[in-house]
């Protein structure tokens, strides 16, 4: 591939002048594959720099303002309380609307100030590229919900899948794998989303840049449409991290050509490689 072809495309995409990241990805492919993009190539060596130093913050990553620092955390403190109420496999249902009445109901949250509210429809409503997450929003409205006869509780796992292809795909997994793979997150609504990215966001001192590499943004989860996650019974948070790689688990599904990833290795979305993540279908 030509290096000039390689960043007119990425840089479309990246700035949203003409392509979504599937057409550019689409694009990339289709142009006939060279020698890789040389050394000086700053722009994509910079790129990938941060996609395999995803927790690292760089120079040009990009914070909330300084007085929206607090606020911040005072929304990932209230989530975490909402989220202890409402139990942790219903929160993974919980919608905006709910999330409020739940805070205004219970003494021991309390309800969102209109700060922090403000705060979240700023974060939703954001568009994602401004620090550097280039997938698309399958989620548009941040009163989102998730109608509970389309999803199916999961047991042992206190995680929920959306019925039709996504239950399907999982349990034709589990029948050819068993038990050495289990279902590890499933069905996020918005505001499971939320505490996913305020609470990486906030143990990083308000850098968005940061969390949006290793979490998406609310809104731009296929988690909330139909994607899951797997992992191997006992591996815990490992299954989170590159080492999943080398678990019985994940050499099963890959020789039976199950790990259709939604974030592969060296992905032009603006996220770190998952290969723990399956894609289900877009929306």
């Not at 249902?93 to 739940?102: E, K, T, V, Y």
């Not at 309800?111 to 974060?123: D, L, Q, R, V």
Request: with cysteine.
């Amino acid at each position: 591939m030509h290096r000039r072809d390689f960043i007119r495309i990425a840089a479309l995409a990246g700035l949203g002048l003409g392509l979504n990241s599937s057409q550019a990805l689409a694009q990339l492919a289709m142009l006939s594959p060279v020698e890789p993009a040389p050394a000086d190539d700053v722009r994509m060596r910079d790129y990938f720099e941060k996609m395999r130093n995803f927790e690292k913050a760089h120079p040009d990553d990009v914070y909330v303002d300084a007085e929206e620092l607090p606020v911040l955390h005072a929304c990932s403190q209230r989530l975490g309380l909402v989220e202890a109420v409402m139990g942790y496999g219903f929160f993974h249902l919980l919608s905006f609307d709910d999330a409020l009445i739940c805070s205004r109901n219970y003494e021991r949250v309390g309800a969102f100030t209109k700060p922090e509210i403000g705060f979240m429809e700023k974060i939703f409503y954001q568009d994602a590229r401004v620090y550097g997450f280039l997938g698309d929003k399958p989620l548009k409205n941040l009163t989102h919900s998730v109608p509970r006869n389309e999803v199916v509780r999961i047991a042992s796992t206190g995680n929920f899948l959306h019925r039709g292809d996504s239950f399907e795909a999982y349990q034709k997994i589990r029948k050819s794998v068993g038990n050495r793979v289990v279902l590890t997150s499933g069905v996020r609504g918005i505001m499971k989303q939320f505490r996913l990215f305020l609470n990486k966001a906030a143990q990083n001192n308000g850098n968005l840049s940061v969390a949006s590499r290793q979490v998406a943004p609310p809104g731009y989860s296929y988690h909330g449409f139909n994607d899951f996650d797997v992992g191997q019974p006992g591996f815990g948070d490992l299954n989170f991290t590159e080492r999943f790689t080398t678990t019985d688990a994940y050499r099963r599904m890959a020789d039976l050509g199950y790990l259709n990833l939604r974030y592969p290795r060296d992905n032009m979305l603006g996220v770190r490689y998952e290969p723990w993540h399956i894609m289900v279908s877009d929306a």
